[in-house]
């Protein structure tokens, strides 16, 4: 309205050869500025904008350009990684930092992070992992396991590593960390290595992390391990690596308490969740449970391991696991729980319902005897307390054998409690569903009918098995939308 007046006040005085000078020298004008725009967006100033849900939002951002990052999948950009974790790390105390990483396939060895952070993938970044062993500094064994899992000795640190942190957040639009596995397997089955694989992700000792929207591929070993720590939310996460691969676990809780994990695919050569809490007398001595911990809208695929499985290395404990809707499609056993003489510790209060299982080898599966230990030091009087397992609201289907239960002598599993679940059966199925020993416990609604130690409790008690209805702290944590609009050069 103001230009118009101006402009009609203008050619009442001046004529329309005055308007006509007036337009084009605004005209000029439009196009100087936008061409500035235009070269500065050609010189890489301006990025596009970008929103994300978070534990919490950052007052201040950089991308790894900025710190001489290359992301042409050849240069190594371990240092840069690091320069720029450093840097950020000032702002911890002054709303933390970002990290952005852009298209491109970003080369890197190892890095720590730090508190108050969030590493930030874009849809086309790939993170590779360096395949120069230089580049992946040796810790010592965690200690609550007394040696590595791979060589008696330390470790290699993790890709995406911290320790002693709090309010972390890697994540992104999908971005994918691509482990490049195949190395490290060859060297592991020619037993080359003298440290343990490296795992993907790895926070020790950290409170308050989020690991979120992200694609892992083709991990040395464990994809994610948060071990001693706490509040701890994985959510939207995929995660593939060969059937055949060794021990890429997905998503391994390893000792802590509070955690979240929900709405991930995973394709894995061993178990798709694999809960953990030291081993043998290390994890005894440590004695650190895994607890509080929810499991939900899981899909596995997992020929040769199981979709959830509690150990073997349970020796601090497990207690208080709720999943629920969980999918496994080609999965050796839905849910299994490991452990042996040796072990100590205890697995109780465990809450499964709403399984939907498709080909699987079994679909439940407890053993007493898995004989992998740290050492010949372990004390064989050492047993472990199975009780309080719950199971409800199964269907499966191509089944080879329902169940295999087998406790220990002396030392049975306890508590056990399944019920309102239907199992097809394959064609070519086990003449003998169910397989128990040193177990004891009931069930209600099952089929095929169960083991005689399992007896049937009739259809009044189909709900017998519990699911606590109270949720955890870890439930009401709410995430923030966060939003940047990024500028690197």
Not at 127 to 140: G, N
Not at 254 to 282: H, L, P, Q
Request: glycine share 8%; charged share 20%; net charge neutral.
């Amino acid at each position: 309205m103001h230009i118009r007046t101006w402009f009609e006040s203008k050619e009442s005085c001046f004529g329309s050869l005055h308007l006509v000078t007036r337009i084009a020298t605004l005209l000029v004008l439009v196009a100087l500025i936008l061409g500035q725009k235009g070269a500065e967006a050609r010189k890489g100033r301006i990025l596009e904008s970008f929103e994300y849900m978070a534990m919490s939002c950052r007052a201040h951002s950089a991308s790894i350009t900025d710190f001489g990052g290359i992301g042409d999948g050849k240069t190594s950009n371990t240092k840069a990684f690091q320069d720029a974790v450093n840097h950020l790390s000032q702002y911890a105390n002054d709303g933390g930092a970002q990290l952005y990483v852009p298209a491109g396939r970003w080369l890197t060895g190892s890095f720590s992070l730090t508190s108050h952070f969030t590493l930030y993938l874009h849809k086309d970044a790939v993170l590779l992992a360096s395949q120069d062993m230089s580049e992946w500094p040796v810790l010592k064994a965690l200690p609550s396991y007394g040696r590595g899992r791979d060589a008696a000795g330390g470790r290699f640190a993790s890709l995406i590593f911290g320790t002693n942190l709090t309010d972390v957040v890697v994540t992104g639009a999908n971005g994918t960390i691509d482990g490049q596995g195949a190395f490290w397997w060859q060297n592991f089955h020619k037993g080359k290595l003298k440290y343990t694989r490296p795992y993907l992700i790895e926070f020790m000792y950290s409170d308050n992390i989020q690991i979120s929207n992200l694609t892992l591929l083709n991990s040395p070993s464990w994809n994610v391990h948060p071990v001693y720590s706490s509040n701890i939310l994985v959510q939207g996460i995929t995660i593939i690596a060969p059937i055949t691969s060794p021990n890429t676990d997905g998503i391994n809780p390893d000792s802590c308490t509070n955690v979240r994990i929900e709405d991930s695919y995973i394709v894995s050569g061993d178990d798709c969740i694999a809960v953990k809490s030291g081993w043998d007398e290390y994890g005894i001595s440590f004695g650190m449970p895994t607890k509080q911990l929810v499991i939900r809208r899981l899909t596995c695929i997992s020929p040769y391991s199981a979709a959830i499985a509690l150990g073997s290395e349970m020796s601090g404990g497990i207690e208080d696991v709720r999943a629920e809707d969980i999918t496994a499609i080609h999965t050796e056993s839905g849910v299994r729980i490991k452990t042996a003489r040796g072990r100590g510790g205890f697995v109780k209060d465990i809450y499964v319902k709403g399984m939907t299982l498709h080909t699987m080898k079994w679909v439940f599966w407890m053993t007493g005897n898995y004989k992998a230990h740290a050492d010949n030091h372990y004390d064989p009087n050492a047993l472990p307390v199975i009780q309080g397992i719950n199971y409800r609201e199964i269907m499966a289907d191509n089944v080879s054998m329902a169940a295999r239960l087998e406790g220990i002598e002396g030392d049975p599993f306890t508590q056990i409690c399944i019920s309102n679940v239907t199992i097809g059966m394959a064609a070519k199925a086990k003449k003998v569903p169910w397989t128990c020993t040193d177990v004891e416990g009931i069930t209600s609604g099952v089929s095929p009918r169960p083991c005689d130690q399992l007896p049937d409790q009739g259809p009044e008690k189909i709900t017998a098995c519990d699911f606590p209805a109270e949720p955890l702290s870890i439930d009401r944590v709410v995430l923030k939308s966060c939003t940047y609009r990024m500028k690197y050069m």
